[in-house]
Structure formats: structure tokens, C-alpha cells
């Protein structure tokens, strides 16, 4: 121990009142006398104590904390890095850095640690309660006692989603140059999102039903899904749905074409329990009727338990998907990263997969890791046994201001305690940093706590449950193929495909025909064409000929009426005129002679005079009686 303690110890050991001199202890003890009083009155701090005083936080303060995060991790709510320095922020009332973070976990690397955390959905972890789980084994424990059930009639069915082309992660070996060069750190994948749904079914006796598989797709199964199928080593089911998905007719389907048909014989009348979890298309009217009807005993999981209570969640299904990563990644190996089409090749790697997990001692282990079977609902609750209950602190603390710091709490202490180098003070002095640090922490909880509870709050809504119609018939629509059945549908497929391509033959020879047909018509459309075209021409042309007869004949006509007009003009004017019964006119007018056409040949006639007019060149005709 140091001196100086030593000598301190000492004083504080003498009987209150004795005398005492600070020169004599420190000769004894061999320590300086001023140092000494000064440690002593609480004036002066060993350098251990004024390096603990400068700290952000001093050991009793890390203390609660690592205590406060060792509650976190029971309550499944393991804090990270930054939250870490989130407490001790609000602790410190001080913004801390990376680096003291990492100090700090180095410090405490006794009691804490960090990890890769899996997660678990809050509502799984709420539903973690052994009250439940006991109401739940209770239940099952005496139905099954109830109706005398035992491995051979109980049943766990469950679905379990694969995206084809995508692997879970696993640990490789890689080349260091290669990995720290950065040029190759991760490893090829397929990358093929489409979903296929697997609904499975073990029994506590060590067998399990043959898998349904149900595609992602709606034009029905497609062959090359299903070229490796082989009847008689393959037991496996097909279907498709839109999305992938399990719907409420497959799964009344599935009960009713592959659960009923393996179990019926093996029950002999006897009752069948079958375990599963509470999905919408395993609760339909339909569903529970045909069970009622087929002395089928269905037992529900409570909400979000079956990462604890079922046997294939619990055991199977880790495997077989780390079964079929290794698969699909020895396909991807020997293809040398040219991935096959995802839907063709599924098949055989989940094959591979299936068998290499669905053993009968698994199968069984899985039944007794749940407590089904055997009956032990111990093997599930023990795990509760070991809960730590949560710390109560001091009600009192809440009410603190959330200013206070270490440093007003010292200056506080100092005022009331006249020596604080005295054990009592001491202990005072760590528990009010306990409660301080406790009144941190729990207010920054409760403030989070009120957060969310306003936001759930605000973002509550009300949810209806749908009214789902019941089918008219009871049979499900849905359908699932054996391998029997899908070789049937194969060779229906081929007759179909030889029917369809006699059809499009005959189609051609039709399409041949009608061709000719049409040509034949366009030839005899032209040759018409063409002979209208002529007699037209010949119409034009015969037209053309009548129009310049009639301009000939009505030349000529023409003519013929000019010869008798200038006749009958010649006619006229030689004619005798009656005498007038009055005098002529003083000046009459001068005519022309006009040579009558028979008269003197080849001289042309006189032209008639024209017709006197008025002043308004109207012709002035004389009365009839003159002319004659």
C-alpha cells in the first residue's frame, strides 16, 4: 500500500480527540509532513486520484454503465458502439469521442464484449414469455394425453420461402494479395430473385412427408422445372402460384392430396395431431372442416413463438438452407461462375439439400428440443429460470436536475463533509455518483420510452379483419402434381403439342390455299380490268368519230341555212313595193344593189341594204301589207 495511505489510515484510526502530530506519523512512515497534511485535509489529491478526478468518467461511473448495459442485453436490447457513447454523454453531460469509446470497452474487457448480432423481431421477443408458453404446453400436453396421441400421429407442418439464385453467407478462403489489393473481396453469385415456397411436415416418429414446392409463376408448371424429376426415386409435390406463395387453396390442397394421403393408413382411425403455425390459409373455414371431418387435431402456435416452439423452425430449417447454399455454390464452382437458370436447377440442389437434413434421428431431436415429444415442456421454459429481475433504483433520483455533474456533486460534498479523506465520505462520495449516473441513464430511457410511445400513438390505426367468401364447392381449387402425375401431364403435353402441330400444318396448307385462291382472283380481276379498259378505248374512240360527224353535219347545215337566208334576202328586195297612200320621204335612203346568186356566175351577189333603224338602233319593219 502506499505511504501515504498508510500514514492516513493511521490518523483516522485514533480515537476521536487524541492529539496527534503530522511531523512525528511522517517520520514514522517516511513520508513528507506537508504532503502528508495536505492529503490528509483533503487539500491535495494523490496523482492516482487527480488522474481519476480528470477522467470524463471516474471508475464508479463506468461501473453503473457497464452495469446498465449488462440490464440492456438481458432485456435483448444489446446496445451499439454509438449508444454506448450516447450514455456516457449524457452521464458526462460531455460529447465523447471514438477513441474513448474504444478505451472504455478495452477497459472493461472483462465484462463486456462485441459481437455480430442476430436479430430477433421485436414481436418474437415480446411474445418470449413464460407465462405463455406455459398456457401453450399445457394446453398441447393435455389434448395429446386427451386423445391418446403419441410420435406416431404427431405432426409439425410449417413453409419455409427459397430465393433460387441466392445463397446465405458463408466464410471463404481467399488469397491475402488478392483480398488487401481490393480487387477480389466477395464472391460470385447468381443473383436470381424468384421465390419458391417449401411446405414441409416431419413427425416426432422420425419420418417426414414428401416436400411441396410451389413456383413462382401463372402460366402453370413448366417442363424444364421438372426434367430431373424421376418417378419412383423422387416423392415431391408441384404447384404455382403468382407470387410464390402458399394461398388458402394450395394449402387445402396440401392437406388434402399429400398430408391425408401419407398419414391416413398410419393412423388406422386413430386421431392425427398436426402442429402449425397460425397462417390465414391454415385457419380457413374449409381447412378446419376437413379436418373435423378426418379426425385431424390441429394445434396453433401462440403469435410469434415459432423460433422457440416449432421443431422444423428450432432444428431443420437452419440446415437445409445451409445445405442448399453449399449446393448452390458447387454448381456455381463447377460452372465457373456461369450460373444455370435458377427455376431449371433449383430442383436438384434442393434435392440434395433435403436429403442431406430430413434424417430421422434430426427429425426426432427436433420433436424433443421443443418439448413435444417427449412430453417436457422443461426442455423450453428452463431457459427462463435464469432471468435476472431488473435493478430497482432509487424513485427519489428521478426527481434530480439532469445538470447535476460529477463536479457540482464534489463541490457539494465538500461543503457538508469536513473530511473527506475519512472511508464514510468515501462511500458517500460513490454512491451519490451511483445515483447520478443511475438518474442519467434512466432519464434519457424514459425520454426515448415517451418518444415512442407518442409515435406509436400517432401512427395506431385501426385494422378490420377481411371478410373472406367461402368457395361454393369444398374441394380446394388449388392442386399439387406427384411425379406420376406430372409424367402423365407431360405425355398429355406431347399429344397436345402433336395435335397443335397437325393443327398449324393443316393451318399452312389453308393459309397455301387461300393464297392461290387470291391470286387466282387478282388475275382474273386484271384481265376485266383490262377489258374494260379496251372497250373503254374503243367507246372513247367511237365517240370520238360520232362527234365529228355531227360537227360535220352541222357545218353543213349551217351553210345551207346562209345560202337560204342571203336567197331569201335576194328574193326580197327585188320584189315590187306598193305605193305608199303618202309621200315619201324627200331624201330616202341609198341601197345596194344586190346580184341575185343565178345571175352573173362567179360574181358574187350585192348584199341586200340593211334594215333601217331608229335613233335607238331598234329595225324598223314596215307593216306586212307593204311588203306585199
Given at each position: 500500500m502506499d505511504p501515504i495511505q498508510e500514514a492516513i489510515r493511521y490518523i483516522e484510526s485514533r480515537e476521536p480527540g487524541d492529539d496527534f502530530s503530522y511531523r512525528e506519523v511522517a517520520r514514522k512512515y517516511g513520508v513528507d509532513r506537508t504532503t502528508l497534511s495536505r492529503r490528509h485535509q483533503g487539500k491535495r489529491r494523490s496523482y492516482k486520484a487527480q488522474a481519476e478526478h480528470q477522467r470524463l468518467l471516474n471508475l464508479q461511473q463506468e461501473l453503473e454503465l457497464v452495469r446498465y448495459i449488462e440490464e440492456l442485453t438481458r432485456r435483448g436490447l444489446p446496445p451499439t458502439r454509438e449508444m454506448v457513447g450516447n450514455f456516457a454523454s449524457a452521464v458526462a453531460n460531455w460529447e465523447v469521442s471514438e477513441s474513448w469509446i474504444t478505451r472504455f470497452l478495452q477497459r472493461h474487457a472483462d465484462k463486456?464484449?462485441?459481437?455480430?448480432?442476430?436479430?430477433?423481431?421485436?414481436?418474437?421477443?415480446?411474445?418470449?414469455?413464460?407465462?405463455?408458453?406455459?398456457?401453450?404446453?399445457?394446453?398441447?400436453?393435455?389434448?395429446?394425453?386427451?386423445?391418446?396421441?403419441?410420435?406416431?400421429?404427431?405432426?409439425?407442418?410449417?413453409?419455409?420461402?427459397?430465393?433460387?439464385?441466392?445463397?446465405?453467407?458463408?466464410?471463404?478462403?481467399?488469397?491475402?494479395?488478392?483480398?488487401?489489393?481490393?480487387?477480389?473481396?466477395?464472391?460470385?453469385?447468381?443473383?436470381?430473385?424468384?421465390?419458391?415456397?417449401?411446405?414441409?411436415?416431419?413427425?416426432?416418429?422420425?419420418?417426414?412427408?414428401?416436400?411441396?414446392?410451389?413456383?413462382?409463376?401463372?402460366?402453370?408448371?413448366?417442363?424444364?422445372?421438372?426434367?430431373?424429376?424421376?418417378?419412383?426415386?423422387?416423392?415431391?409435390?408441384?404447384?404455382?402460384?403468382?407470387?410464390?406463395?402458399?394461398?388458402?387453396?394450395?394449402?387445402?390442397?396440401?392437406?388434402?392430396?399429400?398430408?391425408?394421403?401419407?398419414?391416413?393408413?398410419?393412423?388406422?382411425?386413430?386421431?392425427?395431431?398436426?402442429?402449425?403455425?397460425?397462417?390465414?390459409?391454415?385457419?380457413?373455414?374449409?381447412?378446419?372442416?376437413?379436418?373435423?371431418?378426418?379426425?385431424?387435431?390441429?394445434?396453433?402456435?401462440?403469435?410469434?413463438?415459432?423460433?422457440?416452439?416449432?421443431?422444423?423452425?428450432?432444428?431443420?430449417?437452419?440446415?437445409?438452407?445451409?445445405?442448399?447454399?453449399?449446393?448452390?455454390?458447387?454448381?456455381?464452382?463447377?460452372?465457373?461462375?456461369?450460373?444455370?437458370?435458377?427455376?431449371?436447377?433449383?430442383?436438384?440442389?434442393?434435392?440434395?439439400?433435403?436429403?442431406?437434413?430430413?434424417?430421422?434421428?434430426?427429425?426426432?431431436?427436433?420433436?424433443?428440443?421443443?418439448?413435444?415429444?417427449?412430453?417436457?415442456?422443461?426442455?423450453?421454459?428452463?431457459?427462463?429460470?435464469?432471468?435476472?429481475?431488473?435493478?430497482?433504483?432509487?424513485?427519489?433520483?428521478?426527481?434530480?436536475?439532469?445538470?447535476?455533474?460529477?463536479?457540482?456533486?464534489?463541490?457539494?460534498?465538500?461543503?457538508?463533509?469536513?473530511?473527506?479523506?475519512?472511508?464514510?465520505?468515501?462511500?458517500?462520495?460513490?454512491?451519490?455518483?451511483?445515483?447520478?449516473?443511475?438518474?442519467?441513464?434512466?432519464?434519457?430511457?424514459?425520454?426515448?420510452?415517451?418518444?415512442?410511445?407518442?409515435?406509436?400513438?400517432?401512427?395506431?390505426?385501426?385494422?378490420?379483419?377481411?371478410?373472406?367468401?367461402?368457395?361454393?364447392?369444398?374441394?380446394s381449387a388449388g392442386v399439387f402434381w406427384s411425379p406420376r402425375k406430372l409424367r402423365e401431364a407431360e405425355a398429355r403435353e406431347a399429344t397436345r403439342q402433336r395435335e397443335a402441330e397437325a393443327q398449324q400444318l393443316q393451318k399452312l396448307q389453308d393459309k397455301e390455299l387461300k393464297a392461290g385462291a387470291r391470286l387466282y382472283k387478282k388475275k382474273q380481276a386484271e384481265a376485266a380490268k383490262a377489258a374494260r379498259q379496251e372497250a373503254a378505248e374503243e367507246r372513247r374512240k367511237a365517240k370520238k368519230a360520232r362527234a365529228s360527224e355531227v360537227a360535220a353535219a352541222r357545218a353543213l347545215r349551217k351553210q345551207q341555212r346562209e345560202a337560204a337566208t342571203s336567197q331569201k334576202s335576194h328574193d326580197t328586195a327585188n320584189k315590187a313595193k306598193r305605193k305608199a297612200s303618202h309621200s315619201a320621204a324627200k331624201n330616202p335612203t341609198k341601197r345596194r344593189r344586190v346580184v341575185g346568186a343565178a345571175s352573173q356566175a362567179g360574181v358574187a351577189p350585192e348584199l341586200p341594204p340593211p334594215p333601217p333603224k331608229t335613233t335607238r338602233t331598234r329595225s324598223v319593219r314596215p307593216p306586212s301589207r307593204y311588203s306585199k
Open positions: 463486456l464484449t462485441t459481437k455480430w448480432a442476430t436479430s430477433i423481431d421485436r414481436q418474437r421477443h415480446e411474445a418470449d414469455s413464460r407465462e405463455k408458453y406455459e398456457a401453450y404446453f399445457n394446453t398441447l400436453h393435455t389434448k395429446m394425453r386427451e386423445y391418446d396421441l403419441d410420435e406416431r400421429n404427431t405432426y409439425n407442418m410449417d413453409e419455409e420461402g427459397f430465393f433460387v439464385g441466392i445463397a446465405s453467407r458463408s466464410k471463404r478462403v481467399f488469397s491475402k494479395a488478392v483480398y488487401k489489393e481490393e480487387k477480389r473481396t466477395q464472391a460470385i453469385k447468381d443473383g436470381n430473385r424468384e421465390w419458391v415456397t417449401l411446405i414441409a411436415c416431419v413427425c416426432a416418429s422420425g419420418e417426414a412427408l414428401p416436400p411441396a414446392l410451389i413456383y413462382q409463376g401463372s402460366s402453370g408448371i413448366q417442363s424444364t422445372w421438372v426434367n430431373d424429376v424421376e418417378v419412383g426415386k423422387h416423392e415431391v409435390f408441384f404447384s404455382n402460384s403468382p407470387s410464390g406463395w402458399s394461398n388458402d387453396d394450395l394449402g387445402l390442397a396440401w392437406l388434402e392430396q399429400v398430408f391425408n394421403r401419407y398419414t391416413t393408413a398410419k393412423a388406422r382411425q386413430r386421431w392425427r395431431l398436426l402442429i402449425l403455425d397460425g397462417h390465414g390459409s391454415h385457419i380457413t373455414k374449409d381447412f378446419l372442416n376437413f379436418c373435423d371431418a378426418n379426425r385431424i387435431l390441429l394445434a396453433i402456435f401462440p403469435p410469434h413463438s415459432t423460433h422457440s416452439l416449432q421443431p422444423l423452425d428450432v432444428v431443420l430449417f437452419s440446415p437445409l438452407a445451409k445445405h442448399y447454399t453449399t449446393a448452390l455454390n458447387r454448381q456455381l464452382q463447377q460452372s465457373q461462375g456461369h450460373p444455370i437458370s435458377a427455376k431449371k436447377a433449383f430442383f436438384t440442389n434442393f434435392w440434395a439439400a433435403w436429403s442431406s437434413t430430413m434424417k430421422p434421428a434430426t427429425i426426432r431431436r427436433s420433436f424433443e428440443a421443443t418439448g413435444v415429444w417427449p412430453i417436457d415442456a422443461q426442455r423450453v421454459l428452463k431457459r427462463f429460470n435464469n432471468s435476472t429481475p431488473r435493478r430497482d433504483y432509487d424513485s427519489e433520483t428521478s426527481h434530480s436536475s439532469g445538470s447535476d455533474t460529477r463536479r457540482k456533486l464534489h463541490n457539494l460534498l465538500d461543503e457538508l463533509v469536513e473530511d473527506r479523506a475519512k472511508a464514510q465520505a468515501r462511500e458517500l462520495l460513490r454512491r451519490v455518483e451511483a445515483l447520478q449516473v443511475n438518474n442519467k441513464l434512466l432519464r434519457e430511457e424514459n425520454a426515448g420510452l415517451r418518444d415512442a410511445l407518442t409515435t406509436k400513438k400517432k401512427h395506431k390505426k385501426k385494422r378490420n379483419t377481411l371478410d373472406l367468401q367461402q368457395r361454393e364447392e369444398y374441394h
